[in-house]
Nanobody, 123 residues
Framework: QVQLVESGGGLVQAGGSLRLSCAAS????????MGWFRQAPGKERQFVAA????????YYAASVKGRFTISRDNAKNTVYLQMNSLKPEDTAVYYC????????????????WGQGTQVTVSS
């Protein structure tokens, strides 16, 4: 089992920045690839970014590439999502996920999810 707790969401104006954090506990953090997903009201959950267990590989959705950066600190069991140049269409609940690289990136899902943190970008 892995427990995930997100933080760092909030209200920001378009063009602003936020940094989300996801603290993990339970099974060994370095066993897992980590990902961020988001879900806007009335829409399906959407993949945002993923990072491999060692941090050497990252992958981004086209809609956030160049604006968002995923990173991890294995000593702190934490993964981050730095979000810059935010747009109103980035408004969503953001979820942290832990699983294998294939499950997160190819299947676009996970067995382990956090509770989510709301990000609202005003125009």
């Amino acid at each position: 089992q892995v427990q995930l707790v997100e933080s760092g969401g909030g209200l920001v104006q378009a063009g602003g920045s936020l940094r989300l954090s996801c603290a993990a506990s339970g099974r060994t953090f370095t066993n897992w690839a980590m990902g961020w997903f988001r879900q806007a009201p009335g829409k399906e959950r959407q993949f945002v970014a993923a990072i491999s267990w060692g941090g050497g590989s990252t992958y981004y959705a086209a809609s956030v590439k160049g604006r968002f950066t995923i990173s991890r600190d294995n000593a702190k069991n934490t993964v981050y999502l730095q979000m810059n140049s935010l747009k109103p269409e980035d408004t969503a609940v953001y979820y942290c996920a832990a699983d294998s690289w294939h499950t997160i990136l190819v299947e676009s899902t996970s067995d382990y999810w956090g509770q989510g943190t709301q990000v609202t970008v005003s125009s």
